[in-house]
């Protein structure tokens, strides 16, 4: 009786996450999270197709992977924001001050979550030194004395 009752739970939630996409008030990502535990319980024909599908088990591996293409970080901010200053103008206009300051508090947390998320290839958005690149610290004035110190000028990779 339960797995039944999970497949249209699971099958609702899909619907509503797919519908999510095109609407930026509608959340996608929980819906389809909670489709995806209901299908894992219910039925692995579903689950399966709803993890491997090209674009929906997208959400899905970015959530349990915690990263995002640049290219989704940027749609999702600018249809956060967009909402929110509608959102927050029409409260602000409808005589609602409280609620419309802190729609824009919200949208600044779930911006810096969003910001903060690694991209999927594992790489940060702004690229860093590499680790391969020189030092430009000044080395310390001890570091002869430093087991790892190379006195003999012959070089790491020349162990003799």
Same mark, same amino acid.
């Given at each position: 009786m339960l797995k039944p009752l999970l497949v249209v739970v699971g099958c609702v939630s899909l619907a509503l996450g797919v519908l999510g996409i095109f609407l930026p008030? $509608?959340? %996608?990502?929980p819906f389809?999270?909670?489709?995806?535990?209901?299908?894992?319980?219910?039925s692995t024909r579903l689950h399966s197709y709803l993890v491997n599908?090209?674009? $929906?088990? %997208?959400?899905?591996?970015?959530?349990?992977n915690h990263t995002m293409t640049r290219a989704h970080k940027t749609r999702t901010i600018v249809a956060l924001w967009i909402s929110i200053a509608l959102s927050a103008g029409y409260l602000a206009w409808s005589g609602y001050t409280i609620p419309a300051v802190i729609l824009p508090l919200i949208a600044a947390g779930v911006t810096v979550h969003i910001a903060t998320l690694r991209r999927e290839d594992g790489r940060p958005d702004r690229p860093g030194p590499s680790p391969d690149a020189p030092s430009s610290a000044p080395a310390?004035?001890?570091a002869a004395d430093h087991p790892s110190a190379d006195t003999t000028g012959r070089g790491a990779a020349d162990t003799r």
């Open positions: 008030l $509608l959340p %996608t990502t389809l999270l909670l489709s995806a535990f209901c299908f894992a319980r219910s599908h090209r674009v $929906l088990g %997208t959400y899905i591996s970015n959530y349990n310390p004035d001890n």
